[in-house]
């Protein structure tokens, strides 16, 4: 049976009971038969945890509502890319093409439906200012999934990937059928890459918060 070390006599008794920390060493108990550190040992484990996932410094993060928003920024940014992949590249003209939007071949030109008739517009304009401001809707999905994970005290990776599909199953995918049902063109093509990318975005944001305490 290993003695405890005494943490408080000096630097060497520390290391040494660190380096024993970290190769598993631990005392039974006699009485109870149960594996437990030794006295001084709690702070060492601590410690060596903090040091060796870097988790000392993701506890010290901003939080609000207990909720870290270093994982908050890079959740919002994991989602950003999932819509600029779904929306940008894989499914663009699919979706462009279900909602009533035409670019011309050089895409530099777009057209849609107005009530005044087909309405053309040439260039970006403003429309990079909106694409800036639509970095605030993954921003705020990515603090609700955050909050929501931590008041069901998940923080594993399979836990959160399976929070985050049925929460997008039951929440995000209904939303999105509204204008599938309501428009007047009731396109399935553009309900199918919105749903999609609800999903995707809903579990790529849960995994990317798994990470945060």
Not at 101 to 115: H, K, P, S
Not at 116 to 123: E, H
Request: hydrophobic letters at 50%; charged letters at 15%; one cysteine or more.
């Amino acid at each position: 049976m290993l003695d405890p070390i005494d943490v408080g006599q000096g630097g060497r008794n520390e290391d040494a009971a660190l380096a024993r920390c970290r190769h598993g060493v631990f005392r039974r108990s006699a009485i109870e038969g149960k594996l437990h550190a030794p006295r001084g040992w709690a702070t060492l484990i601590a410690r060596w945890i903090q040091n060796e996932t870097g988790q000392g410094r993701i506890m010290h993060m901003p939080r609000l509502a207990n909720v870290n928003l270093l994982g908050v920024l890079l959740a919002a940014i994991a989602i950003y890319f999932v819509g600029f992949l779904w929306y940008g590249l894989l499914f663009s003209e699919a979706y462009m093409n279900g909602i009533g939007v035409f670019f011309n071949e050089a895409g530099d030109t777009v057209r849609w439906l107005e009530a005044d008739g087909i309405s053309t517009r040439t260039g970006m304009g403003e429309e990079g200012a909106w694409m800036a401001a639509g970095f605030l809707i993954p921003l705020v999905l990515s603090f609700g999934l955050g909050y929501f994970l931590k008041t069901q005290a998940i923080s594993s990776i399979g836990g959160a990937a399976g929070f985050g599909l049925v929460l997008s199953l039951l929440v995000g995918v209904p939303l999105m059928a509204y204008g599938l049902v309501y428009s007047p063109w009731h396109s399935w093509p553009a309900f199918l890459v919105d749903a999609s990318h609800t999903v995707v975005s809903f579990v790529a944001g849960c995994i990317v918060l798994s990470f945060f305490d």
